[in-house]
């Protein structure tokens, strides 16, 4: 599992979207290695796959009791 907390800080739009596919190329399975779950944070719309929407999570950070929970 791969997590990032904001990797497109300091990133232009162009390489923002390099940045994208890297990890597409990470996620997806070939003959040399496993698929890799790459989790980020980010409010990019640059690192925003729009054509696949079900990836795409949005959480909402709620009281102390309720936690962090996703929204549907």
């Given amino acids: 599992i ?4 904001e990797p497109d800080t300091y990133l232009s ?5 390099d940045l994208m596919r ?3 190329d990470l996620a997806e399975p070939n ?6 779950q790459v989790v ?3 409010h990019s719309p ?7 929407g079900e990836r ?3 959480l909402e950070k709620g009281t102390i009791s ?3 929970r996703v929204v549907p």
Avoid: C, W
């Avoid at 791969?2 to 907390?5: E, I, Q, S």
């Avoid at 003959?31 to 890799?36: C, G």
């Fill in 40 to 42: 980020y944070v980010t």
């Fill in 2 to 5: 791969l997590l990032m907390d």
């Fill in 66 to 68: 309720d936690g962090t």
């Fill in 56 to 58: 795409i999570r949005v």
């Fill in 46 to 52: 640059f690192l925003l796959d729009k054509n696949h």
């Fill in 22 to 24: 890297v990890f597409q």
């Fill in 31 to 36: 003959s040399d290695r496993d698929p890799i």
């Fill in 13 to 17: 739009a162009e390489a923002q979207q």
